[in-house]
Nanobody, 121 residues
């Protein structure tokens, strides 16, 4: 059974940091990319960061502040979020994306449950 369990969200002041974790099971990282998406109230879900075969991608809005990494031995992907801004407030989702697909919500074939990140000003 495929499972993606996101954790690590919370309330933090602007300028602070959080680390999200995505624990995966039921499939191999060799066959899939793992991405983080977020959705703020009233906004569309957007891709934040992606990791695949050690390569990474970041949305312009988080570049230089967020770092994605993976621990394949633990089947876990992390998203270190530094210098957080109020506009980073959203529900964050980790997701499985077949390799070769685009980094879009419609390309996700399995979603984990979200974790709320709230950044106060």
């Amino acid at each position: 059974e495929v499972q993606l369990q996101a954790s690590g969200g919370g309330l933090v002041q602007a300028g602070g940091s959080l680390r999200l974790s995505c624990a995966a099971s039921g499939f191999s990282f060799d066959d899939y990319a793992i991405g983080w998406f977020r959705q703020a109230p009233g906004k569309e879900r957007e891709g934040v960061s992606l990791i695949s075969d050690g390569g990474t991608y970041y949305a312009d809005s988080v570049k230089g502040r967020f770092t994605i990494s993976s621990d394949n031995a633990k089947n876990t992907v992390y998203l270190q979020m530094n210098s957080l801004k109020p506009e980073d407030t959203a529900v964050y989702y980790c997701a499985r994306i077949p390799k070769g697909s685009y980094f879009r919500p419609t390309d996700v074939d399995y979603w984990g449950k979200g974790t709320q990140v709230t950044v106060s000003s």
